[in-house]
């Protein structure tokens, strides 16, 4: 017979995926005996731990709601004013370039974490609730069971070797790996993007980038400091995320091609990058009182896994399973969906069901999120300081994400067969629309570059999404409680809207570029005309004329 495991579930990791996950496992079942390793000791530095400070929708929702751990977010973290986008390559006058955001917090909240301070807090709170948790501990190596047998840990801790078995391991070790490393896991992608980062004391204001009363009046409180800030530009973004510690986060992820690594590697050579592609921000940077607090660079960030979950009772989540990319900030998100994932199967292992078949489709399901949100990404760099047409991409992304997979978390219907069988068909279409839009907005951006055009004037303008009525409720209506078929029918309705929105964008494009074509979206769309009223109104097609003039 088998020896009983001295623990449930060994946790290697405890960072933000790790803590998180013991966290919400045994908030499901207090009984189970649940065991962390980390290398770190804590308390970790505030301020300056960890970059993946900005969480959206989905991050944002488990953090505070599925956690419960929202009095903690709205006491000592900064609620985020949303994404901004400022179109202001090359330019020190910010406020004449065209910027896009919203002029209102929007309904579903979201907040800016201090990485440090947020994992200190998750580090007592876990213990608080029986968790064991080793910090300053080494993993030194691993017996990876399989056909029903426990997995060995052996590690060193407080000065000497330590082993335990479980009948659970769950990789949360970040890039290092552990466990995909062990079975040759690890999957290369296509996504060819690095990033440069560091972090300064005190805050950046965008306030200070101008005198003109009407910009400063744009926004209402708590004004643009709280957003997280992407400053565009073609193959690149720069952001600016402000932390409850008082310090800001600052970081350059770029497409390698455009944008080698080498020029950015350093402190030195990343303030001389910015000083070309975003002087005013430079300027804030070295006019300020804004002491350097750390630095880091990363090559080829993005990454896949062969295998996330298996029936052997092994799991990967966070970076040690897969990562996509910073560009709307989706690595809570990811976090949170192969936690829910891996709890519910070891709620289904303790009630004595199989979990092979449960492994198999809950692998399935993370992988084709992964793959379809990549989709956002790859080759689409260069379209980032396209003004005429990154504003609109953006507008398409954030309506595929509030239309499908933020809502599929938000309604706790993730694991639901019934609801995931029905809603397999839409997911389908949704993904093909999608593909098609994505490659109409890379060929419609490649045929601005290609004659020239200035697609980022210095033209002070405001393209406000809060205005946008439909878009502010997909937004809202995430918080709704729907039973399964009046949820599977919004969304049903959702992504005819979709339809809608990729038919008048292709309507609109075809303006610009009269030849442009993408077969595969014409067909899905099978002859649909834009909307009589259009999702966009005029006035927004309006404001985004300037940008390019259109072809004879």
């Not at 993005?302 to 709307?328: C, I, M, N």
């Amino acid at each position: 017979m088998t020896a009983s495991p001295d623990v449930d579930v060994a946790i290697l990791g405890g960072g933000l995926a790790g803590l998180t996950l013991a966290l919400q496992l045994v908030r499901r079942d207090p009984s189970l005996r649940i065991t962390v390793i980390e290398r770190h000791r804590h308390p970790v530095r505030e301020g300056a731990f960890k970059v993946g400070e900005s969480t959206v929708e989905i991050g944002a929702h488990y953090f505070a709601h599925v956690l419960g751990l929202r009095e903690h977010l709205d006491g000592e973290h900064i609620r985020k004013f949303g994404f901004r986008f400022f179109f202001s390559d090359g330019h020190a006058d910010v406020d004449r370039c065209t910027e896009l955001g919203v002029s209102r917090l929007l309904p579903t909240t979201s907040w800016q974490i201090d990485r440090g301070r947020f994992e200190n807090f998750l580090t007592d709170h876990v213990r608080a609730q029986g968790v064991t948790l080793h910090d300053g501990a080494v993993v030194r190596g691993l017996d990876i069971g399989a056909g029903g047998a426990t997995h060995t840990v052996r590690y060193e801790a407080d000065g000497g070797p330590r082993e335990l078995t479980a009948r659970w391991l769950v990789d949360a070790s970040g890039r290092a790996g552990l466990v995909k490393r062990k079975l040759d896991l690890a999957e290369r992608n296509d996504h060819d993007a690095n990033s440069a980062w560091w972090r300064v004391s005190g805050h950046i204001d965008p306030r200070a980038w101008s005198t003109d009363a009407d910009w400063l009046a744009r926004c209402t409180p708590p004004d643009r400091w709280r957003s997280t800030n992407h400053m565009c530009g073609e193959g690149y973004w720069f952001w600016l995320i402000p932390l409850s510690s008082g310090q800001h986060s600052l970081g350059i992820v770029c497409d390698g091609t455009m944008h080698p690594l080498e020029t950015m590697n350093t402190h030195e050579k990343a303030m001389a990058w910015l000083r070309k592609h975003q002087p005013r921000v430079a300027q804030s940077l070295e006019d300020g009182d804004h002491a350097l607090q750390d630095f880091g660079f990363l090559r080829h960030f993005s990454h896949g896994a062969k295998q996330v979950f298996s029936g052997d009772r092994w799991a990967l989540t966070g970076e040690a399973g897969v990562f996509l990319d910073p560009f709307y900030s989706p690595g809570s998100d990811f976090i949170a969906i192969s936690n829910t994932y891996i709890c519910e199967m070891v709620a289904a292992d303790r009630a004595g069901q199989p979990i092979n078949g449960m492994a198999a489709l809950y692998q399935q399901l993370y992988f084709s999120f992964y793959e379809n949100t990549l989709t956002l990404y790859q080759g689409q760099y260069g379209l980032f300081g396209d003004a005429q047409v990154m504003p609109l991409k953006i507008i398409w992304d954030y309506t595929y994400y509030w239309s499908l997979l933020a809502p599929l978390f938000f309604s706790g219907y993730l694991s639901n067969l019934q609801v995931l069988g029905a809603l397999r068909p839409l997911f389908g279409q949704a993904r093909t629309l999608n593909l098609g839009m994505q490659s109409l907005l890379r060929q419609w951006g490649e045929r601005n570059a290609s004659r020239g055009a200035d697609t980022a004037p210095a033209d002070d303008r405001l393209l406000d999404q809060y205005l946008i009525g439909w878009f502010r409720e997909l937004n809202r209506q995430l918080a709704d409680t729907l039973e399964p078929d009046a949820f599977i029918a919004r969304m049903q309705a959702d992504v005819e809207r979709m339809h809608a929105l990729a038919a008048e964008m292709l309507a609109h494009a075809r303006r610009h570029h009269p030849g442009i074509a993408e077969p595969a979206l014409e067909l899905l769309l099978d002859g649909r005309t834009p909307p009589v009223e259009p999702l966009l109104d005029a006035a927004w097609y309006a404001e985004l004329e300037p940008a390019v003039a259109l072809e004879a």
